[in-house]
């Protein structure tokens, strides 16, 4: 996830207001309702920066999701092996013979924090919400997940909705509706993104600051450098160990790694390159995602010179994406020759990105119209993130390399915390080049490919009506050989194009201390907190 919406300095301050805690009343489907406590165990986890608002129906943040995905729950919850969809509010469902519509059957006895009951209305009222932000003239409204899933709310005939609607059979059935089939529907349901809230918080507006939902954590308080979440004691689920989480921002990874070993924190996200061997060294246990995000050098296509795909390609072939990957990255990071990870084993097998080759670069830069004027290249300070945990020595290494090809470059440093993100996926904005990327938030290829390509306001800002309907066919199709077939050949087609320079697929790391002896590691980072080992 990359298009992260910031949560501003005050509407985060705002929310420490609301630190009073709602709790239910009514009983779990398997837990006491009374007799049980909630455990006492506390836990720290720093991460790299402060969440971009605590909904994450509108909000593509890292760091928002894994706050939600504590406190908001999805009818279907992901596997954490496989990441296949299994039961989560909803008990069971069934899909329709035609691919166009899924009935659910929801849990009984499920409340929410603020003691109200979980029903088919409740989710209704979800769906409808979401709909409704979609289709807003809100600037982040075309990339919630909700309309790069269900490709809802964009005007291109090439993008029409797959969304037809949300009906209560009874208290306890919903059916949701589709225009068309969408395959990977039921995992899509799992990001944190379609959690559950509460239909009070959604009347009364108070989801961004306050979320309210059916988790094994409620809202607590927040302040502008951390989260606090307490355990709900009528979840209808199994608690864990800890009773108090809190979610603390430390953008320095080495300030993180200090706070980790000094033991202020229990464990830090988004482990620095040069901390690894530390770490070892005093036999900290760190834990290793399998490479789920890419990260790529943005090519604004709104730049004159960057229309030109020569252009495009000049800077490709200056870039040694296999010396960034091995130098700037952790081990295991592998090089990107496209945008969607090698775990779906839809590599294309007629590449045209170009290869590390100086010469060629310059070659196709003195062919083109190019003359010399500088373009200026934003990166983000003060952050890590999945796709990019250093990214300015990524942004030294590349901006070194564009320069001995011929280019010009501005360099322009934006701290991520002021809405970094926001700027470099306006095509509106003066920069030419940017570092950013992109974290999976379900199984599918559908996540990289929607939400990069699959609409006029997709967040590389390149739009191709061609490749859009290319991306949403692909989405439609079983799976199976033909469906992995398409998703070669789009591979293949995006990377004729060149609509930016993937770089890699990063590993990303948690470094734990020794109070963990189990941590619930997902490929996503959206680790469910109550499933943690505490000795």
């Known amino acids: 996830m990359a298009a992260e919406n910031r949560f501003g300095r005050r509407t985060f301050l705002a929310a420490a207001g609301l630190g009073l805690a709602l709790t239910g009343c009514a009983t779990g489907t398997s837990r006491p309702s009374a007799s049980v406590s909630a455990p006492s165990g506390t836990f720290v986890l720093a991460h790299a920066a402060r969440p971009a608002g605590l909904d994450p129906s509108r909000r593509n943040s890292q760091e928002t999701s894994r706050v939600s995905a504590q406190i908001l729950e999805g009818l279907v919850t992901a596997d954490r092996s496989t990441g296949e969809p299994a039961p989560g509010l909803a008990e069971s469902w069934t899909v329709s013979d035609d691919r166009r519509s899924v009935t659910f059957s929801l849990r009984r006895g499920v409340v929410f924090h603020d003691g109200s009951a979980l029903d088919a209305a409740a989710v209704k009222a979800n769906f409808d919400k979401w709909q409704a932000q979609a289709e807003s003239d809100e600037s982040w409204a075309p990339r919630c997940a909700f309309a790069t899933t269900f490709r809802h709310g964009h005007t291109n005939p090439q993008v029409g909705t797959a969304y ?15 225009t068309r089939p969408y395959t990977p529907l039921l995992t899509a349901l799992t990001q944190p993104a379609f959690g559950i809230a509460s239909p009070r918080s959604i009347t009364d507006g108070s989801g961004e600051r306050h979320p309210v939902g059916t988790g094994p954590f409620r809202f607590d ?4 450098t951390a989260v606090k979440l307490v355990a709900h004691e009528r979840y209808w689920g199994e608690l864990g160990d800890v009773g108090t989480l809190e979610m603390r921002v430390i953008p320095d990874a080495d300030v993180r790694c200090a706070a980790l070993l000094s033991g202020e924190v229990d464990a830090y996200d988004l482990v620095g390159l040069d901390a690894f061997g530390p770490l070892a060294r005093k036999g900290v246990q760190v834990l290793y ?16 010179i960057l229309r030109d795909v020569n252009v495009r390609r000049a800077v490709a072939a200056a870039i040694d994406r296999s010396a960034i990957a091995k130098n700037l990255f952790p081990n295991g990071t592998n090089v990107a020759d496209q945008f969607v990870p090698a775990r779906f084993n839809v590599d294309g097998d007629d590449l045209q990105i170009p290869g590390y080759d100086p010469q060629h670069a310059k070659d196709l830069l003195k062919a083109s119209a190019y003359n010399g ?28 390399q564009l320069t001995r090809a011929g280019f010009s470059i501005k360099p322009v440093p934006v701290n991520w915390a002021d809405g970094y993100a926001d700027v470099v996926t306006d095509p509106e904005k003066d920069h030419a080049f940017s570092l950013l990327g ?14 990069l390509l699959g609409n006029p306001d997709s967040q590389m800002g390149y739009s191709d009506n061609g490749i859009m309907t290319a991306v949403n066919r692909a989405a ?7 469906r992995s077939a398409a998703y070669k050949a789009l591979n293949n087609r995006v990377s004729d194009i060149v609509p930016a320079v993937p770089l890699c697929h990063p ?27 505490l000795a």
Not at 476 to 482: A, H, L
Not at 507 to 524: D, G, I, K, W, Y
């Open 164 to 178: 037809a609607g949300t009906e209560v059979k009874d208290e306890h059935t919903v059916v949701l509706r589709l």
């Open 221 to 224: 308080s927040a302040t502008e």
């Open 289 to 304: 995602r399998d490479p789920y995000s890419v990260s790529y050098l943005g090519l604004n296509p709104s730049a004159t």
């Open 373 to 400: 004027q500088r373009l200026p290249f934003y990166y983000p300070r003060h952050t890590s993130r999945m796709y990019l945990q250093e990214p300015e020595r990524v942004y030294a290494q590349i901006s070194a």
């Open 438 to 451: 992109w974290s999976g938030s379900f199984r599918d290829p559908d996540s990289f490919m929607a939400p």
């Open 476 to 482: 439609m199709m079983p799976d199976g050989d033909s």
């Open 507 to 533: 590993v990303s790391a948690v470094a734990v201390n020794s109070r963990v002896t189990s941590f619930p590691l997902t490929s996503t980072g959206f680790e469910r907190f109550n499933e943690l080992q």
